[in-house]
């Protein structure tokens, strides 16, 4: 497993600001969607290695010479994870293709092991955050659903304030954000710089090296923050980056959140 935040040292000891992907850092491809088939292909992978395959499934596309197409992005994201979840080899396509055949609600909606806490400890640091993600229009209404994250009715919403009903029905769970992105409401997506700035516009924080962006893919976060001028820290909790250098990586919201923390004299 990779050291994390000792194999390369963040390059902002006193952050100004932190943005967060959505999926592989909060929240993961919901495990009922996807049990039934791996139990059919006579596995049953505790959460843990389900969590284990996503980031096997982002290496492998960052390992790609060109980007995944959007049309065909989830089946081959799908393909590698079945193979990491242990299918074998010469079912994973034809499986991978029959869930992304049929899509259900709520696909990534499962907040992560350790990342309710994980995401406590790092707004205890008292910084402006806020969340940057390339979806379809439904993290910050899951993000909220499932006691992540929220930012308050109004302000700083991807949806221009416009909670979905039944969401905001109650008073929300996890913790309060500056900004909530989703890039297929606001018409841009990492790694294209734009999404950032609005983002820390939104935060009103000058987009500069003090700002850190935490993600799960070299090809979108860390590609992405760079473009924008940002500090990419990169999840990575097997130590799965294939281009490792130049760039700090974590293990957990926990562990960035401890790095983070000023020593006390």
């Known amino acids: 497993m990779a050291s994390a935040v000792s194999d390369s040292s963040i390059g902002a000891p006193n952050p100004s600001a ?39 499934a982002m290496a492998a596309q960052d390992r790609e010479a060109v980007p995944p197409a959007p049309a065909t992005w989830w089946r081959d994201y799908l393909t590698s994870y079945l193979a ?19 899509p259900r ?15 406590r400890a ?16 439904t993290v910050e209404a899951d993000l909220r659903r499932v006691g992540v994250c929220f930012v308050p009715d109004g302000v700083g919403s991807a ?24 890039s297929a409401v606001v018409g841009v997506a990492k790694p294209d710089p734009g999404i950032f700035r609005i983002a820390l516009d939104a935060l009103n924080v000058p987009a500069d090296g003090t700002v850190l962006h935490v993600g799960d893919s070299l090809r979108y976060d860390v590609a992405g ?19 490792p250098e130049g760039h700090p990586h974590v293990t957990s919201l926990a562990e960035l959140a ?3 923390r000023p020593n006390p004299r």
Not at 122 to 137: E, H, R
């Open 18 to 56: 932190i943005l967060l992907d959505a999926g592989g850092v909060l929240v993961f491809p919901e495990p009922a969607n996807l049990l039934p088939s791996l139990r059919g292909a006579g596995l049953e992978p505790d959460l843990a290695a389900l969590e284990r395959a996503h980031y096997h």
């Open 84 to 102: 990491a979840c242990g299918v074998a080899e010469a079912s994973c396509e034809r499986l991978a293709t029959e869930i992304a055949q049929h």
């Open 105 to 119: 609600r709520y696909g990534w909606a499962h907040a992560g092991l350790g990342v309710k806490d994980g995401l």
């Open 122 to 137: 790092l707004a205890g640091l008292g910084l402006p955050m806020g969340v940057v993600s390339n979806s379809n229009g």
């Open 159 to 182: 949806g221009g304030g416009q909670v979905p009903e039944g969401v905001a029905r109650r008073a929300p769970e996890g913790v309060e954000m500056g900004v909530i992105l989703d």
């Open 225 to 243: 923050a760079l473009a924008a001028g940002l500090q990419p820290v990169h999840m990575d909790p097997y130590g799965l980056c294939s281009a």
């Open 258 to 260: 401890e790095s983070l």
